[in-house]
């Protein structure tokens, strides 16, 4: 199925999808972390494009990047369980010093070390995060972290994780995005000396956790960036992250129409093919004219990131496009197949499940359009 979305990485397709084919959809039907997949990935490179050259990656773009992400999904896979080490080494890229980027992005391109986690989330804040309660004080040439962290994905399978904590009180700061700060964290270092996970099972069958932090004391020197700069340093990331999943939303919504389309036309009922019916076949071409929108948003998105432009807007509607056109189809799908749709062989209900994250996290589909309307549209703010 062709697309009409400006494209011409056709060799970077192809290369993705001959390693995808490698691992059938029997494989992503484990109720387990996709290890030899994310292996395969890496050893390959690339879960390193973004990172440049000097420091072994391969120096390319989120436009790049973003065709990674959607063709994993778009070949049935789950580009959730590995995505973070794409956008959470640019806050390390954009704001570390150069020491901590000589120590951490070559083993991160290598495969050596693995930054899969970002810990922001927490069980009584939310998505208000400049109103985080976990702390890092600093004692001498050590911080101390106190707090908790929920909904903090793949530490299981990470070496190193990203934390935004709160340096200066709320009360002490002139702005509530001032205060906070951005640190490292050595997961092996940090599990059980001050520093707990709990795993959380799920919908999705995403690795994720809540994070306990009591104590916990970090090098002075895993400071990214300057103290209580960390909420404006994790604004890039957070660009990239949004039109990262806006790509795999994507290619969710092109397998769900591919596999809705197909079976259209071979189940027979009433003697003709169901997908004759207009409708059948009407929910299915909408939801793909709806992806086919969300995919030029998409690409805008990341034109203007890799030109250094501004790109908050693109980004996070990108997102609400990408995630609603995913989840029309994954409906449209699931519908087309009926009583099928629910047997795990045919895999529509996995991967039903697994896009309706996308409404949610990570960023709801209502504060992006609280967004629009505040700092596109500038009508008043509404929280």
Known sequence: MQTSAPDTHNDLRDAMRALCAQFPPEYHRRESYPEEFVDALTREGWLAAMIPEKYGGSGLGLTEASIIMEEVNRCGGNAGHCHGQMYNMGTLLRHGSDEQKQKYLPGIASGALRLQSMAVTEPTTGTDTTKLKTTAVKKG??????????WISRIQHSDLMI???RTTPLKEVRKKSQGLSIFMVDLKAAIGKGMEICPIDNMPNHETNEVFFDNLEIP???LIGTEGRGFYHILDGLNAERTLIAAECIGDGYWFTDKARAYAGERIVFDRPIG????????IAK???????????????CRRFDAGLDCGAQANMAKL????????????CIQTHGGFGFAREYDVERKFREARLYQVAPISTNLILSYVGEHILGMPRSF
């Open 141 to 150: 040439d050590r911080y101390e972290i106190n707090g908790q962290k929920v």
């Open 163 to 165: 934390l935004l904590a």
């Open 220 to 222: 002075a020197e895993n």
């Open 276 to 283: 004759q019916n207009q409708g059948v076949q009407f929910p």
């Open 287 to 301: 939801a793909y004219v709806n992806i086919e929108a969300a995919n030029l948003m998409r690409f805008e998105a």
């Open 321 to 332: 496009l990408a995630s609603e056109a995913s989840w029309e189809a994954a409906n449209a």
